[in-house]
């Protein structure tokens, strides 16, 4: 989406749906100047472009018990990949984490498409005190048999899941997040790579086999616009003061 | 053509070539025989009528001008700024063995500039058909699906283009840098054709939000695919995804259509580094590798592994780069890209290259010498080594047929595809091409899919 005229594409992820009514759920991080300038919209306020859905959709399969594993504001894109999985006839066992409690949402609609849910929270106002991958590792320890892991969030939050389903040789799969600037596979912005080929994550993903992620890489391109990034929030805020 | 000087023209996105004068104009106007034999008209991959507009401007008949040249050419104000006319209709002219041709192109320009600047001063163009009740779905808003819209409009079809980003224009917007061609000359073409009746969807991602089928199904006669070659090649070398090497795609479409060379005001940015190395040398690297310049690199390079005299780029735009300071490194090809151990470019391992027979292109084939290996330093790279059809609608589309290098197969003379109603043209059929003959395919499809929508195949 672009906000306007003078505004960057960025891509988001549909975390839920209603063709009847016509509208999109979306949601997001205020990370920076275009995702806080998008939350200071409101109801009835619009935005220049919306385009979608890009990527390949998640596959939805009965695999026996899914793992969904979602990483703070991820519990939006899992959400929906819960509640197909239920659908397909899946056990569905949910672990949505996040640094406190403040930072915890959408905790009963998972609920609601989950056979259990575990919450955590990294400094333990809220849930279970620890990281994700704590009770996955412990679900994975139990003997159940898994069939697939789901895990969404953070990058790094999706490599150390991972690293922790990797010797339990269970099927994981990451929504990997590169910078992108059209997303529909025109400029290679968004290459990754995956099982040592380079990839478009918005045309060949974002879904990927992530034990075939090239970590590293994914982290340090995410890193390109840092600078830019910051002097585009530091001077938003200084024109947000004059305004105010 | 009077140009903006080198040193300061480098500095700036603004257009290069300054147009003609009115003086300069009837002069130029005026050096046309009106030949009988009109060798030009044929050379045009359009057929503009292009005596009979020059014949207007030598008279000061400026609106006859316009009208002749819209007759058979929706899109002049573009045409007359990136067309290789030194190779289609100037190559023609009768005055080329003797003194010069005719500089066709630039009194193109001059024509739909006027016409932009004096619209007060028009005519009303002629009045359009009767609807037909036919309707009409481009995919597409680049050079020939504006065409296509443009020409069956005129015909009084329903048209609608699908354009998947933003703004509409295709390469036009986000490929032909400002300099070259303003956006604004742009935007302008493209209300020329909404004007007609045509209208333009945007955010339209068809074979994502609709597929080819879908659009039939839903009530549209005939589709044309105009797509163009939008998936960027790559070298494929070690360290091709290090930050800061760039596929072409991505450096002009932030720059151009993201206006990353006016960041911060606009939000998108471009890391442009000190030492940029450009690879390639067709126009869309000498486009990369001068807006590189604008943007305040400290050096850049061409790094092209033929020599001079195969560059495919258009001799003006060679020039152009060369005026301007860049250094192009013939004879060279990158092997392997070197970074600091923070994921951040630092150098681009190269190897000498020399002439061979020639190949498949008919050109000279390039062969590395052994053990002439050394470093560039360079701390960016753009990858311009061409571009072909976003496998997304052949995918997404049943019964096309498509080649080994992902074009979709349509007649050369009709642009129909295998598939029943669907018609396709530009960079889709043939790879990346020009902006004109992409129009030139857009016109004959049109023509041929009016013959079929009127019940006249």
């Known amino acids: 989406m672009t906000k306007d005229e003078k505004g960057e594409r960025i891509p988001l992820t549909i975390a839920d749906s209603d063709a009847q009514a016509g509208t999109v759920t979306i949601v997001f991080m205020e990370v920076g100047k275009t995702t806080r300038e998008l939350g200071l919209l409101q109801t009835g306020d619009s935005i220049m472009s919306l385009t979608g859905p890009l990527g390949l959709p998640t596959?939805?399969?009965?695999?026996?018990?899914?793992?969904?594993?979602?990483?703070?504001?991820?519990?939006?894109?899992?959400?929906?990949?819960?509640?197909?999985?239920?659908?397909?006839?899946?056990?569905?066992?949910?672990?949505?984490?996040?640094?406190n409690k403040e930072l915890i949402f959408w905790e009963e609609e998972l609920r609601s498409v989950s056979d259990k849910l575990i919450v955590t929270t990294d400094d333990g106002t809220y849930g279970r005190k620890g990281l994700v991958t704590e009770p996955l590792k412990e679900i994975l320890?139990?003997?159940?048999?898994?069939?697939?892991?789901?895990?969404?969030?953070?990058?790094?939050?999706?490599?150390?899941?991972?690293?922790?389903?990797?010797?339990?040789?269970v099927k994981t799969i990451v929504s990997l997040n590169p910078v992108m600037v059209d997303g529909t596979g025109m400029c290679g912005c968004c290459r990754v790579v995956v099982g040592g080929q380079t990839k478009f994550a918005c045309v060949d993903g974002p879904d990927f086999d992530a034990h075939q992620v090239d970590w590293d890489l994914l982290a340090t391109r995410q890193r390109t616009y840092l600078e830019e990034e910051k002097q585009a929030m530091e001077n938003w805020q200084c024109q947000c003061g004059k305004h105010s | 053509m009077p140009r903006q000087e080198a040193a300061a023209r480098a500095k700036n996105?603004?257009?290069?070539?300054?147009?003609y004068t009115p003086a300069m104009a009837a002069e130029e106007a005026g050096r046309c025989i009106q030949c009988p034999k009109r060798p030009c008209v044929a050379g045009c991959p359009v057929n503009i009528d292009i005596p009979e507009f020059i014949k207007a401007v030598r008279d000061g008949k400026m609106a006859e001008a316009v009208t002749v040249l819209k007759k058979t050419n929706a899109l002049p104000g573009i045409c007359g700024r990136v067309c290789p006319q030194e190779s289609q209709c100037e190559a023609q002219c009768t005055l080329l063995k003797q003194k010069a041709p005719v500089a066709i192109g630039r009194l193109e320009r001059y024509v739909a500039d006027w016409e932009r600047e004096n619209k007060a001063a028009m005519p009303p163009g002629a009045p359009l058909p009767p609807p037909t009740g036919k309707k009409v779905a481009v995919i597409g808003s680049g050079p020939s699906g504006l065409t296509v819209a443009a020409e069956l409009a005129k015909k009084g079809h329903g048209v609608s283009i699908f354009e998947a980003l933003h703004v509409g224009g295709g390469v036009l917007m986000y490929g032909i840098p400002e300099f070259r061609l303003p956006?604004?000359?742009?935007?302008?073409?493209?209300?020329?054709?909404?004007?007609?009746?045509?209208?333009?969807?945007?955010?339209?991602?068809?074979?994502?939000?609709?597929?080819i089928d879908e659009l039939l199904a839903g009530g549209y006669d005939a589709v044309f695919l105009g797509t163009g070659a939008g998936l960027p090649m790559f070298l494929n070398i070690p360290g091709e995804n290090a930050n800061g090497i760039y596929s072409a795609n991505e450096w002009l479409t932030r720059t151009n259509l993201m206006k990353a060379y006016l960041f911060p005001n606009y939000d998108t940015p471009l890391k442009v580094g000190k030492k940029v190395a450009v690879i390639g040398g067709g126009n869309v690297a000498m486009d990369a590798a001068r807006c590189a310049l604008r943007l305040g690199a400290a050096e850049v390079y061409i790094v092209y592994r033929r020599s001079e005299a195969e560059l495919p780029a258009r001799k003006e735009e060679v020039e152009n780069a060369m005026e301007e300071g860049i250094i192009f490194k013939f004879l060279t090809n990158p092997t392997k890209f070197l970074d600091d151990g923070k994921g951040w470019v630092t150098g681009m391992e190269c190897i000498q290259m020399e002439l061979g027979e020639p190949d498949a292109s008919g050109r000279r084939r390039p062969i590395a010498k052994a053990g002439s290996e050394f470093v560039m330093n360079i701390d960016t790279a753009v990858v311009a080594l061409g571009t072909t059809p976003n496998p997304l609608i052949a995918a997404t589309t049943i019964g096309l047929k498509t080649t080994g290098h992902g074009t979709v197969v349509a007649d050369e003379t009709t642009g129909k595809t295998v598939k029943d109603k669907v018609w396709a043209g530009g960079d889709i059929v043939t790879g990346a091409a020009t902006v004109i003959s992409a129009m030139g395919a857009g016109k004959r499809a049109a023509a041929d899919i009016d013959k079929y929508l009127m019940g006249k195949q």
Do not use: W
């Open chain 1, 141 to 169: 320890e139990s003997g159940e048999k898994i069939g697939l892991v789901v895990a969404i969030g953070p990058s790094i939050m999706m490599k150390f899941c991972a690293k922790t389903t990797q010797p339990f040789g």
């Open chain 2, 13 to 19: 996105f603004k257009e290069v070539a300054l147009g």
């Open chain 2, 183 to 211: 956006k604004e000359i742009v935007q302008n073409e493209i209300n020329f054709v909404k004007s007609l009746g045509a209208e333009l969807v945007l955010d339209a991602v068809i074979g994502k939000c609709d597929t």
């Open chain 1, 59 to 99: 596959h939805i399969e009965n695999y026996g018990t899914v793992v969904c594993v979602a990483g703070g504001f991820a519990v939006a894109p899992v959400m929906p990949i819960a509640r197909a999985m239920k659908q397909a006839g899946n056990k569905v066992i949910s672990i949505l984490g996040a640094r």
